[in-house]
Nanobody, 120 residues
Framework: QVQLVESGGGLVQRGGSLRLSCAASGSIVSFNVVGWYRHRPGEQRELVASITSSSRTQYADSVQGRFTISRDNSKNTMYLQMNTLNPEDTAVYYC??????????????WGQGTQVTVSS
């Protein structure tokens, strides 16, 4: 059973930075894509950033240019560097990983979530 454990959330002022980490219990090389979702109050969960096994990245428009996703396969860890934070970034952030077992069959793994609060 794969476990994902996030850390790095907290309270920060507008314009500040935070770095989220997500440590996997196994090798993240086996995941075809990993990323971060967030859940803002009253809204649906949204994909913030993702990175594939070939290091191709994608970002939500709302964070493009401010957030950077990366992965360190040697540490089985992925990161989300968040800069120039604003109150609209306040949310619970979830680490996510997708593993493709056979063509057409994949499974999603989730972390427990970490709260990020940006004060104005």
């Amino acid at each position: 059973q794969v476990q994902l454990v996030e850390s790095g959330g907290g309270l920060v002022q507008r314009g500040g930075s935070l770095r989220l980490s997500c440590a996997a219990s196994g090798s993240i090389v086996s995941f075809n894509v990993v990323g971060w979702y967030r859940h803002r109050p009253g809204e649906q969960r949204e994909l913030v950033a993702s990175i594939t096994s070939s290091s191709r990245t994608q970002y939500a428009d709302s964070v493009q240019g401010r957030f950077t996703i990366s992965r360190d396969n040697s540490k089985n860890t992925m990161y989300l560097q968040m800069n120039t934070l604003n109150p609209e970034d306040t949310a619970v952030y979830y680490c996510w990983a997708n593993r493709l077992y056979v063509p057409g069959v994949s499974y999603d793994y989730w972390g427990q979530g970490t709260q990020v609060t940006v004060s104005s």
